[in-house]
């Protein structure tokens, strides 16, 4: 049992860490499984290990026994921008700092005799972190210059096999999210060139927002499998959320006095975060029971991120609006898996299109189409093979994406990202 | 050899998440401006005619500081025009520039500026920045008309630029121009409003016929020329008509109108900026709101039926512009329309916000009537929209993070100058030098 303690300890502590999660297109992280990513992501058709739970819940009740899972991905994205005029000018290339994010995975599944399986699971299915390097003089600053989005969802789901071939399952959400926002304020001085005069901070606390999931895993012979998942939307209302303003000097006092007569009381500030909807079908072929081939497609409900309203308290006249328009998108993902007598590999590719329309790739959210390009291991130890070790890399080359003048913000240029991703998992059954 | 494997597997992964950012993470390349296209057009030597908003001027005066900035100089670095000359004034300017002394109260005048000088007035050949301010459609094919009398004109500006050098249009072929701006129209409707008058000296069929007679003439002399025409703003949307409400706000909100010479005001009427004076020792304001009862002056006040009489000059005059336009295949840039989002939405640059609001809009100079540095590169992007969509060029945008500057004039600490910041002042003997236009 001390195993299983130190495993538990090592997820709560890596929740507790605050995952501040990072991708550069929209904010959904698909990394949820070792094993499945190492397949290109794939796993809604043929996922075997107790990342099911993301997967296809529905697939629960081909795990026999009890399994714990804990993992976790390493994401190291690195984005930088070039602009053109009229803003912020042909020449000027501007970087965020590079960031290292890990977002967790804890599962734990189990099947109740012989139809019946249940699963419990944390995991971060959503999230941002962006910051610009050189806040004071990055050009972006006064639309942000720092943001960050976390997700932590708990899942509970239970499975339930109608017959050896067909299973479903169905399950609730409750994602806590919270938010963070930074950005400078300008005055313009008499020949138009802003100055700061104030910095802005927007931060929430962990809200709770509600969600639903349900499956069907189809599995008509050996050779051939399929799956398909929903998960709900998830709409989190903040209403707790704090805003800061700090004065910033410039030592004109003309400025300054106006500015300080003029600063926002720090105050309340309400926002809504919005996580849309996944659709995801897969289909899975075994050319022999050593070999797994998969594909998956993927729909994003991304038309729910329409906007991002910031609502103050006090100075309501202030309040604002971030129209973001984002479109459905989606992914098609491509793995296979080679079971070696002593350990496992895979590999897989998937491409992901872009949700933002070109008027929203802006600096908070950079998004852009990507190929994702994937390799993983596996392998069994002790007992029966009761211990699993999995591992990933995972290239996610995104497509530069160039904003074509039409930005909302009049903030155009260029923009290059690349991610490193690598993660683990360990599992544990009995 | 299996564990190998995987040591060497976990290795690899571990170098990879490591390694250092190149190729697919490493930085950006940043992006250099389009090699310049002419198209149709030739940029090769260019000639600006027009008013004080070719001329660059800002803040009440005419000074090499933001003549550099101003929209022609803009366009012809953008364009790649060689030699482009412009009449440079030394010092603090012609007349001196504005200052901005104290936010609050506002007090803006040119005390301690220094007068400045013509630096190149004896350029030999014509400028190419031929825009003068308080220049009339009429005065660029006229010569008589700003050096004599008909309506008393001070003629500094014509005496700094056109030199008694024959006409502006005279000298603008003088210098076998490829390519010609013309912004006129402003002044016929400017002078009015900054006066409080609806009245112009010009109605649409002159103007129109004068436009028909001056653009011929330009094309007869210089066949191949290629043109932009700028149309008309609204000048009744300019901070000078716009920033001081026709009302004081009394206890609970409630609007007390300012009297002018007919009475009190309606909300719709416009105080012009050259009351302000007059406001702050109680002129204009009702007894029981604290002032002393007495009307403004006709010429401080542009009441709403002036402004509809000059907005509907301003269209008549746009159409005329439109029409030439349209006729000749030329391109037209829509200053008219720059204003109307300036003083609407506002444009977003970058995350800012910029409006026509005095001071604070970031688009208007000190005089609240002439766009800043910033307002000249907008312009400027305006005027190579046209060009390129007109002439199938590819003149690269200006770069408004350049053109932008800290300065449209200057501020300065009102106590270092000793002042007393509680008295307003500056508007009225400022601007009133500034627009002479009376009738």
Redesign the interface.
């Known amino acids: 049992m001390r195993r299983f303690r130190t495993l538990l300890t090592a997820a709560v502590v890596c929740a507790a860490l605050s995952p501040t999660p990072a991708h550069p297109a929209g904010y959904s992280i698909y990394e949820q499984g070792a094993a499945a990513l190492g397949m290109g992501g794939t796993g809604t058709a043929a996922v075997h290990d107790a990342s099911a739970l993301f997967f296809n819940p529905a697939a629960m009740t081909r795990l026999e026994g009890t399994r714990l899972y804990v993992g976790g991905s ?1 994401l ?1 994205p ?1 984005t ?14 501007e ?1 965020m700092k ?1 960031q290292y994010f890990f977002p967790p995975t804890l599962y734990l599944t189990h099947r109740c005799k012989e139809r019946w399986a249940v699963g419990a699971g944390i995991n971060s299915p959503y999230g941002l972190g962006i910051e610009w390097k050189d806040p004071d003089a990055f ?5 942000v210059t720092k943001g960050e989005l976390q997700a932590l969802n708990g899942n509970l789901s239970a499975a339930y096999a109608v017959n050896p071939r067909w299973s479903v399952a169905a399950g609730a959400d409750l994602m806590m999210a919270k938010v963070k926002l930074h ?1 400078h304020n ?10 700061d005069v104030a910095e802005t901070d927007l931060k929430s606390g962990f809200t709770p927002g509600a969600g639903w999931n349900a499956a069907v895993s189809f599995a008509p012979n050996e050779k051939w499998k399929l799956g398909a998942f929903y998960r709900s939307k998830v709409v989190v209302k903040v209403d707790d959320g704090t805003a800061t303003f700090t004065q910033r000097f410039t030592g ?4 300054d ?2 500015v300080t ?1 003029n600063l926002p009381p720090n105050q309340g500030v309400s926002t809504v975060l919005r996580f849309p909807a996944i659709w995801s079908a897969g289909i899975a072929y075994h050319p022999t029971p050593a070999w797994t081939l998969e594909g998956d497609f993927n729909f994003f409900e991304w038309s729910l991120f329409r906007d991002l309203p910031i609502r103050f308290h006090t100075t309501t006249s202030q309040s604002t609006t971030v129209l973001e328009d984002y479109d459905d998108s989606w992914q098609a993902r491509f793995g296979a898996e080679h079971r ?1 007598p ?2 496992t590999y895979r590999f897989g590719y998937y491409y992901d299109k872009a949700a933002a329309p070109t008027e929203s790739v802006t600096p908070l959210l950079p998004d852009a189409g990507r190929h994702g390009v994937s390799l993983g ?1 596996g ?1 069994s130890f002790g007992t029966d093979n009761r211990w699993t070790v999995d ?3 995972l ?1 996610l ?1 995104v497509q ?1 994406r160039s904003t074509d003048g039409v930005e ?4 155009n ?4 990202s ?1 991610v ?1 991703i ?1 993660g683990f998992s360990v599992a544990y059954r009995w | ?2 564990r190998k ?2 040591l060497y ?2 290795v ?3 170098a ?2 490591l ?1 250092g ?1 190149t190729g ?10 389009p090699a310049l296209r002419s198209g149709s057009a030739d940029f090769t030597r260019y000639v600006a005619i027009g008013t004080s908003i070719s001329a660059g001027f800002e ?1 009440g005066g005419l000074v090499d500081r933001h003549q550099i ?1 101003g929209f022609p100089k803009l366009f012809a670095s953008a364009a790649g025009s060689a030699a482009y000359t412009y009449p440079s004034i030394n010092g603090d300017g012609i007349p001196p520039l504005l200052a ?5 109260p506002l007090v803006i005048d040119s005390l301690g500026r220094v007068t400045g000088s013509p630096v190149n007035i004896g350029q030999a050949t014509a400028y190419h920045d031929m825009g003068v301010p308080g220049a009339l459609l009429f005065d660029v094919a006229d010569s008589s008309f700003y050096y004599s009398n008909p309506f008393a004109r001070p003629s500094t500006m014509f005496d700094i630029i056109v030199r008694h050098r024959g006409t502006i249009l005279a000298q603008a072929v003088s210098l076998n121009p490829t390519f010609v701006t013309f912004e006129l129209g402003a002044n016929e409707v400017l002078g009015p409003a900054t006066s409080g008058s609806g009245t112009v000296s010009f109605d649409v069929p002159t103007f129109a016929a004068l436009l028909t007679g001056t653009l011929t003439g330009l094309t007869t002399a210089l066949p191949n020329v290629k043109l932009a025409l700028f149309n008309v703003p609204d000048v009744t949307s300019i901070p000078f008509v716009t920033t001081i409400l026709p009302y004081a706000v009394g206890p609970g909100g409630v609007h007390i109108p300012f009297l002018g010479s007919s009475g009190p005001l309606s909300e719709s009427d416009h105080v012009l900026l050259t009351a302000a004076d007059s406001l702050a020792v109680g002129t204009g304001v009702p007894v029981p709101a604290g002032g002393n009862g007495r009307p403004l002056a006709d010429w401080q006040v542009l009441t709403a039926a002036e402004a509809t009489s000059l907005q509907n000059v301003i269209n008549g005059y746009n159409s005329a512009i439109a029409g030439a336009a349209a006729a000749r295949g030329v391109a037209l840039v829509d200053l008219n329309g720059l204003l109307r989002q300036a003083a609407s939405t506002g ?6 916000t ?1 409006t026509s609001a005095f001071i ?4 208007f ?2 005089d609240g009537v002439h766009p ?4 000249h ?2 312009l400027a ?1 305006a005027l190579i929209d046209a060009v390129n969509a007109t002439y199938g060029a590819g003149v ?16 300065r ?2 106590r270092e100058e000793g002042l007393d910041p509680s008295n307003l002042r500056g508007f009225q003997s400022e601007f009133l030098a500034l627009f002479p236009w009376r009738r």
């Open positions: 390493l190291a690195s930088s921008f070039a602009g053109v005029s009229p803003y912020s000018g042909y020449g000027t290339t970087e590079r050009s972006g600053r006064y639309i950005k300008p005055f313009p001085w008499g020949g138009g060139d802003p100055r004109d006092t003309i400025i006095s106006v007569a070696l002593n350990f291991f392998r591992a990933y890399e290239g080359f530069d909302r913000d009049n903030y240029g260029t923009y290059k690349f490193n690598a | 050899m299996n494997v995987l597997a976990s690899a992964v571990a990879l998440s390694a950012c697919p993470c490493s930085k950006i390349t940043a992006i250099n401006a803040s900035h901005l002394k104290s936010l609050s444009f977003e640059i970058g995350g800012v910029y604070s809009g970031g688009l100079s000190l800043n540095d910033l307002a590169g907008i992007n690269p945008r200006v770069d408004l993070s350049e053109a932008a500057t800290l300065s449209s004039s200057e501020i600490r009102a």
